[in-house]
């Protein structure tokens, strides 16, 4: 604690990128101040502010009084429920954004469920019946064979959102190369000597009785290790795939009732407003609607429905160019639990 020549505190400002009090080393908002970035009602200043005031109105004498004090108001700052959060609070959120699979105290998931009807699932059966025990030959591109993408496509049901009418390679079927890249990702598949064939871990997951556990293996590494930028030509967005889990948690608390895709694409807007600074305006389309657009595409149609994980249905529009869905979650809460 500083002193003046006449003995009392000298006032201590605290800035986000001023090193923090705690002797760490790291800027303020890296240590100390990470957690109020999320959340935050009131403007950092004030926050800052208020941190401030609280340290000189303590009788803290030392180091370690004054980062016990900083402590306190951070954890009581960043438990509280955050309305932008659908009641979540800063640290909670926190915890979704970079820990969302391994956050018993958060959020669990059970084990033994499945989605009835998932065309992630479904694509993998039918690309390792395809490949079965002799392979199959890779392009000289590296892709699967066009054949087998064709026939895959001819035998997938006509649920697919956007069902491709013809296809000259398997990047133009974008569920099945997803599929295929993320099997690869999983260790599932591998391509060796010019040929795709299943691993002895896929060969093992292929049985019915694996089925939970397959949908486990796969979903974590989409989630994860995927980029879901990938498979649009949308801005890169990070914020809307490392929030999947806060996209979960508001269609369990949510998604009961059919409602409008925009209605989620607002509310993952509401808590991170930031995201339209990735955004940009254009003569065709405002930041906001290029953001409504991306995330409808990546969060709702290519990972909840993809997976299973909700029911989509289109809506009539005034022209053939306009695609608005409306989702459903009716399983939801079967297979993840949050404990907020």
Known sequence: MNYGNDGKKIFMKIYRNTPCSCGSGKKYKRCCGAGTQLGDE???????????????????????????IIQHMNTKHNARPINE????????MSEMLYQPLESPGL?????????????????????????????????????LPIQLCRDI?????????MRPPRIRTEVEFDELNTIRLVSEMAGLIQKHKGYFRLTEAGQALT????????????FNVY?????????????DIEIIQTGWLFSLYCLSSLGLAWR??????????????????????????????????????????????????????ML???????????????QLTNWIQFHA
């Open 223 to 235: 989630v994860s290790s995927f980029n879901w930028g990938y498979r649009d030509g949308y801005p």
């Open 42 to 68: 009131l403007s950092q200043d004030s926050w800052a502010e208020q941190l401030t005031q609280a340290i000189n109105s303590s009788q803290a004498t030392s180091l370690d009084e004054l980062n016990a």
């Open 85 to 92: 959060f659908l009641g979540l609070s800063p640290s909670q």
């Open 153 to 161: 496509l001819a035998n997938t049901p006509e649920d697919l959102l």
């Open 316 to 330: 009539a529009t005034p022209d053939q160019f306009t695609f608005e869905y409306e989702v459903q979650a009716p």
């Open 107 to 143: 959020v669990t998931f059970n084990d033994t469920w499945f989605p009835e009807k998932s065309s992630a699932i479904d694509l993998f059966n039918a690309l390792a019946t395809s490949i079965g025990t002799d392979g199959a030959k890779a392009t000289s591109k590296g892709n």
């Open 207 to 218: 049985a019915p009785e694996h089925r939970a556990r397959l949908f486990r293996v796969l």
């Open 260 to 313: 409008p895709s925009r209605f989620y694409a607002e509310k993952f807007l509401e808590a991170f407003p930031q995201a339209l600074e990735e955004t940009s305006n254009n003569k065709f389309f405002s930041a906001e609607d290029k953001f409504y657009h991306c995330y409808i595409s990546r969060t709702l149609s290519r990972f909840a429905h993809f997976w299973g994980l909700v029911d989509m249905r």
